[in-house]
């Protein structure tokens, strides 16, 4: 091993550390009492209805059937966000977020199966993600004068998505 190699290194390490803490140390001096960084995390559920379980009858002009086997629909959620007073009156708030739906139940139109050879039934097939941001600003009511504005910014993808589901949203 080169001493030289070997000091620089040290060196580099200690001053990155040191310059982290400075970093830190300057970010928890602005984040006062009138701001706050926050992060929200759920893992949630949603089951089949009735309807999702055991429908017997008509839909689309087909006959349509339930599908007991179904599972819950699982949904993860993430958000990481800033809220900051500007004054006694105003404050701003960013975020972004992230939620994932596995195991989503979507409506499946079967062509061709025996004994009925076309007829509607239920599936957990899709999966999707939700992902954005917000920005929002408050004042908060002055002089009879209240204003909130909001700006989101979100995108969603998604497997499974068919003209059947289309049709039902």
């Given at each position: 091993?080169?001493?030289?190699?070997?000091?620089?290194?040290?060196?580099?390490?200690?001053?990155?550390?040191?310059?982290?803490?400075?970093?830190?140390?300057?970010?928890?001096?602005?984040?006062?009492?009138?701001?706050?960084?926050?992060?929200?995390?759920?893992?949630?559920?949603?089951?089949?209805?009735?309807?999702?379980?055991f429908y017997n009858g008509t839909m689309m002009g087909a006959e349509a059937k339930g599908n007991p086997n179904l599972k819950?629909?699982?949904?993860?959620?993430?958000?990481?966000?800033?809220?900051?007073?500007?004054?006694?009156?105003?404050?701003?708030?960013?975020?972004?977020?992230?939620k994932e739906t596995r195991d989503l139940i979507q409506l499946i139109q079967y062509v061709g199966a025996d004994p009925n050879?076309?007829?509607?039934?239920?599936?957990?097939?899709?999966?999707?993600?939700?992902?954005?941001?917000?920005?929002?600003?408050?004042?908060?009511?002055?002089?009879?004068?209240?204003?909130?504005?909001?700006?989101?910014?979100?995108?969603?993808?998604?497997?499974?998505?068919?003209?059947?589901?289309?049709?039902?949203?």
């Amino acid at each position: 091993i080169n001493i030289d190699e070997l000091l620089i290194v040290t060196f580099t390490n200690a001053a990155a550390s040191e310059m982290r803490e400075k970093i830190l140390e300057a970010i928890y001096k602005k984040l006062d009492e009138d701001s706050h960084i926050y992060f929200n995390w759920s893992e949630v559920f949603r089951a089949p209805t009735t309807d999702d379980l055991f429908y017997n009858g008509t839909m689309m002009g087909a006959e349509a059937k339930g599908n007991p086997n179904l599972k819950p629909e699982r949904i993860t959620n993430y958000e990481l966000g800033f809220e900051q007073a500007l004054n006694s009156t105003s404050a701003i708030k960013i975020s972004a977020y992230y939620k994932e739906t596995r195991d989503l139940i979507q409506l499946i139109q079967y062509v061709g199966a025996d004994p009925n050879p076309n007829y509607y039934s239920y599936d957990n097939i899709d999966f999707k993600t939700t992902k954005g941001f917000s920005l929002a600003y408050d004042l908060r009511q002055t002089k009879n004068i209240r204003l909130s504005a909001n700006y989101t910014l979100q995108y969603a993808e998604g497997t499974g998505i068919s003209q059947t589901t289309m049709q039902q949203l």
